[in-house]
């Protein structure tokens, strides 16, 4: 038994025995892999199966817009116990663009504690091709061959959409010159999955939604578009114009209009540096066999000699990131930052480094963080802690300043504030800041009656921090990018390929695109690492082929954690200003412009070229190191 509606060029039928949906579409058949059943995963770990429903009901419909399948699923036992679960699904096709839409809407609560929900389901994608590759946006974005030689299935954050793991929430895969891309359209509640096995022969992705404190809440929908003779860069494109009618676009112009400090960082150099590292006794980066290095102190004055160093080496556009100006030390004792560091100089010594960096021309931003909630914190208070849907308050220690738990991101904006508004009667001059974490990890969802929290609110609560700031003529940043956060934010720490933040020696998940870049370029500056890794690439040349900013100098807060590992190379200072100037020259030029095109020269992908909106091309030679920046004829 099926059921089969078409409109717009495509067709979709639904297989009622397995509840598999195929699609025809530009003359191509998609449908989901034979062995997939959608399926509701418990918190206990068992899985419920959609078949499991005492009653199934399908039907079609059409309406003004578009025809479809209508599926109504209720009647659950839950380990012999029923339910008041029912939830319908809808898949149905827009007949003005061949979309098809799969929708998961709840219509019955239950306190069913689930994990997630599997569907709507994972395409068959089983031939070893290397012509076969799923698009995935981890981090700045990979490509992952069906004969890729690598085991690809674990995913930073366990594949949660609005982190790391997916700075745009949508996937694709392209078959020799056909494809889809898969849009989530309520990604803050969503996550993916990907299993690729060594070698191959394939590359299952799929959506799971995730509840939204305990409920199913809300209608769910991840929309397919699917189009012929493409490749990754079209499905970019198609995502750059969905942005931009769901109102996430905002170009550096735009951004510029309302601040004319955009212009100011624009070519740049990047350089981050620090005041006092503290680590607890609780951290995990406590150093037992070297104690001395868990009490570090660097005077204001030092890093105000480093700049006027840099001035007179002829660098005349700078952005200071300084962190550990807080009297507690780098990651401690957050939100209660204050005062600056009484060993490094304290207020006084703080206001002198910004007041050179206003006569030396230079910008200044802070790090400051707003998640990680200190339990050592002179205002720490539980009741405003993160609360899960079982009422229980998180507790770890990792990072330097040992136990924390997560504040609730409602109150991160009064922090915010209280925090600036001291630095303002300082005299602490800012022209960027940058709030840690915000646009890297997943949002935070909090029970709380007094502050209860969706993950939607988390984000918004975390873009009026970024609002505050821009309002007080801030540039806003934080450490990645995420494009939920695209209104707002300016600049990032970083946006880089997945493996720049793993050793030189790991594996890796995929071939690296710039599918970010393609779709958001001309709406961020997005600084590069300019490492230069003894048998491998030398990273300049990919902030070149990204058109974007480059560090000058970069000190990581932590060894071996985010990119920063021990080279065996060191720039001399002179070189690296050379280097800088290279990339700073080029990112001028194209800031502004929309990447129009990436691709790889003879099917090498150690040789690949970008295209800007305005005819420059950047070629670069992984072979040797080499690179070409020309016109467009």
Known sequence: MSKQVSAGGVTILLEEDSLCFFVEANGKTWRWAADYRPYILLEDGSRLLFSQAESIRHSTFENGIGKGICSSYEGFLVHGSPTKLAFDTLVWVETATGDVRFELIPMKEDDLAFRAFYWPGHMEFD????????????????????TWENEVNKLGFDGQMCSSSAYMPWFGQIRGREGYIAICQQPW??????DHPAHGPYTHVGVRFLPSLGKLAYRRVVRYTFLRDCDYNTLCKVYRLYAKETGLFTTLAEKAAKNPLVDKLIGAAFVHKGIKTHQSLDSMFYDREHPENNEVVIPFSHREKEIRHYKEKGVDKLYLHLDGWGDPGYDNQHPDYLPACREAGGWEGMKSLSDAMEECGYMFGLHDQYRDYYMDAATFDEEYAIHNVQGQIPKFARWAGGWQSYLCASQAPYYVKRNFEELFRHGIHLEGTYLDVFTCNEGDECSHPHHRMT???????????FEYLSSRNILPSSEEVSDWSMKSLVFCHYGPYDFMLAGPDAPR?????PLFNLVYHDCLILPWPMDRIPGQEDYMLYALLNGGAAYLDKDGAYPNVDGAFDASYEEKLDEAVDRYRRVASL????????????????????????????GTVVSVNFHDQSYQITDED
């Open 189 to 194: 509640d969503a996550a993916f999955q990907v």
């Open 455 to 465: 993950r939607k609110e988390c984000f918004e609560y975390r873009a009026a921090c």
């Open 127 to 146: 031939e070893k091709n290397s012509k076969w590759y799923s698009v995935l946006n981890v981090l700045q974005g990979l490509l992952l061959p069906n």
């Open 587 to 614: 990112q001028e030029r194209v800031a502004k412009c929309e990447m129009v095109k990436h691709e790889f020269l003879d099917g090498d992908w150690m040789k690949q070229r970008t295209t800007f909106s305005n």
């Open 509 to 513: 998940k995929g071939i690296p695109v």
